[in-house]
């Protein structure tokens, strides 16, 4: 029988917690690991669930409406420098600035500031037995990703870790 160092059992347990957070959203799982939205409030921009899934795409349309998770390191922003504005796949609101996005080493893009703050809003995410802040567009209430408070040596200390299917970028001219 093999046996483990404690240490090794502890380093094992922490590589497969930080992993199953990450993309325990995989499947495309919401709160309590339904499909349904249960956030209540009411956004300015309101179309069907047909409607959504036609103008996003199934990846999109997954992240964004059924608060999933994109891989890390997959998307086409995550290594993004151009000079711009990151706006909301779904309704095309301004979000974040190419000037506050850095690189964390997480696998998504990351911003240490929304452009302002009335452009997101942050609700209180109890799902999967650990407690964070998710991030939505709050014109039309898409899943954006998640803000934590680990952007170490950023201006603000805050690290909005966004998926990159959940936005599209207007290069500035």
Request: proline share 3%; charged share 25%; hydrophobic share 30%.
């Amino acid at each position: 029988m093999m046996q483990f160092k404690p240490w090794a059992i502890t380093a094992i347990i922490a590589i497969v917690g930080v992993q199953w957070a990450c993309v325990s959203h995989e499947a495309g799982a919401g709160y309590s690991g339904d499909t349904t939205r249960k956030d209540t409030m009411t956004y300015k921009i309101q179309k069907t669930e047909e409607e959504w899934k036609q103008l996003l795409g199934d990846e999109s349309y997954r992240v964004l409406r059924l608060k999933g998770t994109e891989r890390p390191f997959t998307s086409e922003f995550e290594t993004h420098w151009e000079a711009g504005t990151y706006v909301c796949k779904g309704c095309g609101q301004e979000l974040f600035t190419s000037d506050t996005k850095f690189d964390a080493g997480c696998g998504w893009p990351s911003f240490y500031q929304a452009m302002d703050k009335t452009k997101v809003k942050e609700i209180l995410d109890n799902s999967h037995g650990m407690q964070r802040v998710e991030v939505v567009c709050s014109a039309c209430g898409g899943h954006l990703g998640h803000v934590f408070n680990d952007g170490y040596g950023q201006p603000t200390g805050l690290r909005y870790c966004i998926n990159g299917v959940s936005l599209g970028f207007r290069k500035k001219p």
